[in-house]
């Protein structure tokens, strides 16, 4: 069948040869043909090594294992380890089998029961089986001894509350002499004591010595033909042996001075040219650096990894510097000295090498060496590999970030990263560079100039330009006018076109993505007052875009070519500078955490009274400034950063508005429309607008703040604007009208007293939405003086036919006693006779005190008169 | 202690493969597949360990063949070579200069004697010689069980006749 099988060409010739073999081996498994039975299996295991199905044969491996004969049970074994593992049911029918086969009389085919069990023993197999293979631990055969330990192994790992059943058998296998029984008993010691701080205790007290005797012993071994291993005696056993001592040894100072002799000895006499002796040695380093301290051991064991880094043979470079990351823990300043070898690592061409070296580079910096490290690494970038860049990027940033001495030389630094792999750099990445940027006031000259000159090099790199275009639309007049020149600067001279030529170069690049720009068309709209020279080129740019197949880049040139054509006036405000990014709320924001209900100090006083009374243009414009701003990155990181982004800007603003306007969905639509938030369509975003103003001291963080952020743009004049669909026009007629009809909305309506018993009490919150004036929204809030909790409360309200009435369901059905706490809900009247009726309503209002049900009912007729 | 051994073919073929931890069969082809393509593409002079899902495996080819093995982080890698280089001389002198052939048509064969050099994942004999003692042993109960079973049914043959 092999032959068969191999002589296929393709691989539907060879699965139809399978198939044809698996039907008449079904055929013969219902046939119960037992001559063949074994020959079958061994068939299925082969299709199975193929990667075909092959579970109709398991039931065909217990009766293998079932029957008497030794070639059979041998088959069986090996099909069920091959076929079954130990998830699968049909293994609990094998455990009785597995129990005689323990028992049997023939020594090998207690091993291959043994050998099953160690390989595919489930819990449940491993707390059966358990005590026949303690017995066999001291089975007379040396053979079944070894195969026993093993088997414990897997017992205990599956199960290890066994472990002190194997404690003591396993410490009467370390006095043993043969080798496959001594390494397989060392090896059950270290994984029982992995398993159990009781067994450690026990054999730290009682093995030690014999540990390191033995180790003595077969170090000092003369030549022995059946265990060399290129001229060192058996180092399988020398590893294990090792092993078990490191877990000895650690936390623990009397063990470990037992063993410093012996650790020497063979950290010293190993011969290191072959790769034998290399692993005992790298075992032995490692025991060292984990013992209790001892200075001498310590300076043996980095002098061996020393060498280790500077063998040519990568395998050994590769343990070499594994080994140095564990022993950086330990002794940080010697690793220091291999500085230089681990930085000639992470350029080797082995990606494997390569990954750890740059790991322990990663380890190895710290405020005095960053600035040497980072000018390798960064000279490294540029002739490393494609799929490599990414980790080295990443991990150079990291490193700027978290050791950089000074500001100017983060933004160096940045900047030879975003020219070099900037396609490699994540957002938060230049997102906190743009803060930095923006933070360093004294550096705004310098580095639009650099981001300029190195922009004007390359625009392959997005990140890169993004932040140059970020940087030219903000400081776009200190790069003409070489403002704040620092001496290490060789002067440029830019035109003011010249800057326009670079952005119009990144808003036609057709590699750029759409996020790029956006932000290249935001900046080109700031360059607009910036240089009153070209704004005619400008206008013409965008005007070009307004008929972009991108909806984004459409609709934004459209609202800025609004702005600039009609709305003169205000553009110089709208366009300002942004206020100084918050360094502390961006690592905020990093942190993870959402609380960022602490203001910006910036931003905040300004917008407050705005919210307040004062319909102050220029603060919307600042504030509007900074949200356009800012829009690409909510883009391009996701929801998230937009919450924050209006949780910081509006958080403050929104507290006194919210309660008292109502914006006007039009409105809303526009600000979501010129945020470019996105996602909401003007049709989705009315009902949420309408959400929102029904529950408005509803204090739900986000809708509170978009809330206040539509009101904060709106007030000004939220009588106008019915429902434009153009949004851009809608917004900026906001500015035009005399805002003073503000103060019709909100307070107009005050809120009454609607019922009140004894101990009961009722008032309403009133609200309109400007443009349905016959529209009402009521906020009931219900507040209980009695000292009793009212239970199943319930509102019921009827109106006369002219009335219409929507009820929403309550905030709760209990109203806590004594005042402590209110039930609120929401009704929606709409009054078809507007103006000529008066809104009127019966309530009733049931709930039960200490089980006992109360009924009040009442009429309101307090209505303010024009609802 | 070893996860699991690999034996890959250069054409990507799977050669042997055997399970120390619980791996599905879907996880298993997964595994072969992903091994496969980083194992086959690193070049000759590179180091023998790759970095795979928070576990290191450790390769080493032998003509034709990579014999594969998966251990934990903080185990040593240049024992598990040394493991490999076992394996392989014992291969070699069951077969007597083994190659790729060998295998493929004694592929039980190949699992005995790893069954014998290895057990729940961890090493379990390092004399070459006892290994290949058992093993002999092993088959030679077979041949008696088998040259049985034909002495048998040639006396019930006899006997009918």
């Known amino acids: 069948m092999i032959r068969a099988i191999r002589a296929c060409k393709t691989a539907a010739e060879e699965r139809a040869v399978v198939r044809k073999e698996c039907a008449a081996i079904r055929a013969a498994i219902n046939e119960n043909d037992h001559d063949y039975r074994h020959r079958n299996l061994a068939k299925l295991m082969f299709i199975h090594m193929l990667g075909y199905p092959t579970h109709f044969g398991q039931m065909e491996c217990l009766k293998l294992i079932a029957s008497a004969g030794f070639p059979e049970k041998r088959i069986g074994y090996l099909g069920l380890m091959l076929l079954l593992d130990e998830r699968q049911e049909v293994l609990m029918l094998v455990t009785n089998s597995l129990k005689q086969d323990l028992n049997h009389s023939n020594q090998y085919i207690v091993g291959l029961a043994l050998c099953a069990l160690g390989n595919i023993s489930s819990a449940e197999m491993a707390r059966d089986l358990a005590p026949d293979v303690e017995r066999l631990l001291q089975f007379r055969d040396p053979n079944t001894r070894k195969k026993a330990a093993l088997c414990s192994i897997r017992i205990i790992k599956k199960v290890p509350d066994l472990a002190e059943n194997f404690m003591y058998p396993a410490s009467s296998l370390l006095k043993e002499k043969h080798h496959g029984v001594l390494i397989t008993g060392v090896q059950l010691c270290t994984d029982l004591c992995k398993v159990s701080s009781e067994a450690l205790e026990y054999f730290r007290e009682n093995c030690i010595e014999g540990l390191v005797k033995t180790l003595r012993d077969i170090a000092n071994s003369p030549y022995s033909p059946e265990y060399d291993m290129a001229g060192i005696t058996d180092p399988f056993l020398h590893i294990r042996l090792l092993k078990l001592l490191r877990l000895l040894g650690q936390g623990d100072a009397d063990a470990s001075d037992c063993m410093t002799d012996i650790l020497a000895q063979v950290a010293s006499r190993t011969e290191s040219n072959k790769n034998a002796g290399n692993a005992i040695l790298y075992e032995c380093v490692q025991t060292i650096m984990s013992i209790e301290d001892n200075g001498g051991l310590r300076v043996l064991a980095i002098n061996i990894l020393g060498r280790f880094l500077s063998n040519r043979d990568n395998n050994i470079r590769y343990v070499g510097l594994n080994m140095l990351m564990k022993a950086i823990v330990v002794d940080a300043k010697a690793i220091q000295r291999h500085r230089a070898t681990i930085l000639e690592c992470v350029k080797d061409s082995d990606a494997s090498i390569q990954k750890r070296a740059l790991e322990l580079v990663y380890l190895l910096v710290n405020e005095s060496n960053v600035k040497p490290l980072t000018k390798e690494l960064i000279e490294y970038l540029e002739v490393s590999d494609q799929e490599f860049k990414g980790d080295i990027t990443a991990k150079i940033c990291s490193l700027i970030e978290k050791f950089s001495p000074e500001k100017i030389w983060y933004i160096d630094q940045m900047l030879k990263v975003l020219s070099e792999a900037g396609n490699f750099v994540k957002d938060e990445v230049w997102h906190a560079l743009i803060v930095v940027i923006s933070n360093a006031s004294d550096l705004h000259g310098y580095t639009v100039r650099a981001l300029y000159r190195a922009f004007r090099a390359s625009t392959e790199q997005e990140s890169l330009v993004r932040v140059a275009v970020w940087c030219i639309g903000e400081y776009g007049d200190m790069l003409v006018n070489n403002v704040g020149m620092l001496d290490i600067e060789e002067p440029i001279t830019v035109t003011e076109s010249d800057a326009v030529d670079a952005i119009e170069v990144a808003i036609k690049h057709h590699r750029l993505d759409l996020t790029t720009k956006a932000m290249a068309l935001i900046a080109l709209f700031k360059l607009s007052t910036r240089f009153p020279a070209c704004s005619e080129r400008i206008k013409d740019i965008i005007f070009q875009n307004k008929r972009s197949l991108v909806l984004e880049l459409q609709q934004r040139s459209i609202e800025f070519n609004c702005i600039l054509q009609k709305y003169q006036n205000i553009r110089s405000a709208l366009v300002e500078r942004m206020p100084v990014l918050d360094e502390a709320t961006l690592s905020g924001r990093k942190a993870g955490s959402l609380a960022t209900t602490v203001s910006t100090s910036t931003i905040a006083p300004c917008n407050l009274p705005n919210g307040v009374a004062e319909p102050a243009a220029a603060p919307i414009g600042d504030l509007l400034d900074l949200s356009s701003d800012d829009v690409p990155a909510p883009i391009s990181s996701g929801g998230d950063f937009l919450q924050d982004l209006l949780a910081i800007d509006l958080s403050p603003a929104s507290a006194p508005s919210s309660g008292t306007s109502l914006p006007p969905k039009a409105g809303t639509d526009v600000l979501l429309d010129l945020l470019s938030i996105g996602t909401p369509s003007p049709g989705e975003s009315s009902p949420s607008a309408l959400d929102m103003s029904s529950s408005t001291q509803d204090n739900k963080a986000l809708l509170a703040n978009l809330n206040g952020l539509a009101s904060l743009s709106l007030l000004p004049a939220n009588a106008t604007s019915p429902e434009s669909s153009a949004g851009a026009m809608g917004l900026l007629d906001v500015f035009d009208p005399n805002p003073q009809k503000r103060d019709e909305n909100g307070p107009a309506y005050p809120s009454i007293v609607a019922y009140e018993s004894n101990s009961l009490r009722m008032t309403f919150n009133f609200s309109k939405q400007p443009g349905d004036p016959q529209t009402t929204f009521i906020q009931a809030t219900f507040t209980n003086r009695s000292p009793n909790v009212y239970d199943d409360f319930l509102f019921q309200a009827a109106v006369p036919k002219f009335l219409q009435l929507q009820l929403d369901p309550a905030s709760s059905n209990i109203l806590p006693a004594s005042g402590n706490g209110s039930i609120t809900q929401n009704l929606k009247v709409t009054n078809t006779q507007h103006g000529k009726k008066p809104l009127a309503m019966r309530i009733r209002i049931a709930y039960k005190v200490n089980d006992e049900d109360v009924l009040e009912q009442g009429q309101i007729n307090n209505f303010p008169s024009d609802l | ?161």
């Open chain 2, 1 to 161: 202690m070893i996860h699991f051994v690999l034996l890959i073919s250069r054409q990507g073929k799977v050669r042997l493969t055997k399970w120390y931890s619980p791996y599905s069969q879907k996880e298993r082809t997964k595994v072969i597949r992903e091994l496969g393509g980083v194992i086959l593409s690193r070049g000759p002079k590179l180091c023998n360990f790759v970095d795979w899902r928070g576990f290191k495996v450790v390769y080493k080819r032998y003509a034709s063949l990579y014999f594969c093995m998966c251990i934990d982080q903080d185990d040593n890698e240049l024992e598990v070579l040394e493991i490999i280089h076992h394996f392989v001389e014992i291969l070699d002198r069951y077969f007597g200069s083994v190659c790729e052939l060998d295998l493929i048509f004694n592929f039980h064969k190949a699992y005995y004697i790893l069954d014998e050099l290895l057990l729940a994942g961890e090493l379990q004999e390092s004399s070459k010689k006892t290994v290949a003692r058992l093993i002999a042993a092993q088959d030679s109960l077979v041949e008696t069980a088998k040259e049985q079973a034909s002495s048998i049914s040639n006396i019930i043959a006899q006997a009918t006749k």
